[in-house]
T-cell receptor, first 112, second 109 residues
Framework: GENVEQHPSTLSVQEGDSAVIKCTYS??????FPWYKQELGKRPQLIID?????GEKKDQRIAVTLNKTAKHFSLHITETQPEDSAVYFC???????????FGSGTKLNVKP | GAVVSQHPSWVICKSGTSVKIECRSL??????MFWYRQFPKQSLMLMAT?????????EQGVEKDKFLINHASLTLSTLTVTSAHPEDSSFYIC?????FGQGTRLTVV
């Protein structure tokens, strides 16, 4: 089955700096990769997703890159703000209607 | 986008009682609902997948008789924790397509 690994487990950055979170997956059949932000006690919120037919997707300060050959994808947050502090999860799936295989999460701390 | 409404957001129950959690699809009729459990500072653990009109598919290690899942209508899936014990205390959350419900914090005392 699919195995998703996520690094780092914790990440501290200064406000205004960039943050990068990386995930790898094992199943070449996976073609849908969502990213979630989860604040304490709340539901995971979809912040961006990418499908395997594109290599990069951007939404304001957030971008995701995908390397299908190497089976890894990354979340990039630029100009970080304290409100970006949360736990971020990556996931891999064959579609958003199917099982998601989640990474272990990255706790991002943005220091003001 | 799709919206999933989950209730209750939190519940406290006594050991031995049962608790029902509901997830309702509000504007997107998906036939599949995924149920997760999340322990503090951990990732989401898939418990089972429910499909409208059929039996749920449980992940390995999840007790079917303890975590009863019903998906009787296209828009409503329910998870019942039966004979709850303190170790069942956790955050339970459903997902439809790429969207999660609000989650339910269950505390068993």
């Amino acid at each position: 089955g699919e195995n998703v690994e996520q690094h780092p487990s914790t990440l501290s950055v200064q406000e205004g700096d960039s943050a990068v979170i990386k995930c790898t997956y094992s199943d070449s059949a996976s073609n849908y990769f969502p990213w979630y932000k989860q604040e304490l006690g709340k539901r995971p919120q979809l912040i961006i997703d990418i499908r395997s037919n594109v290599g990069e997707k951007k939404d304001q300060r957030i971008a995701v890159t995908l390397n299908k050959t190497a089976k890894h994808f990354s979340l990039h947050i630029t100009e970080t703000q304290p409100e970006d502090s949360a736990v971020y999860f990556c996931a891999a799936s064959t579609s958003n209607f199917n099982k998601f295989y989640f990474g272990s999460g990255t706790k991002l701390n943005v220091k003001p | 986008g799709a919206v999933v409404s989950q209730h209750p957001s939190w519940v406290i129950c006594k050991s031995g009682t049962s608790v029902k959690i509901e997830c309702r699809s509000l504007d997107f009729q998906a036939t599949t609902m995924f149920w997760y459990r999340q322990f503090p500072k951990q990732s989401l653990m898939l418990m089972a997948t429910s499909n409208e009109g059929s039996k749920a598919t449980y992940e390995q290690g999840v007790e079917k008789d303890k975590f009863l899942i019903n998906h009787a209508s296209l828009t409503l899936s329910t998870l019942t924790v039966t004979s709850a014990h303190p170790e069942d205390s956790s955050f339970y959350i459903c997902r439809e397509t790429a969207f999660f419900g609000q989650g339910t914090r269950l505390t068993v005392v």
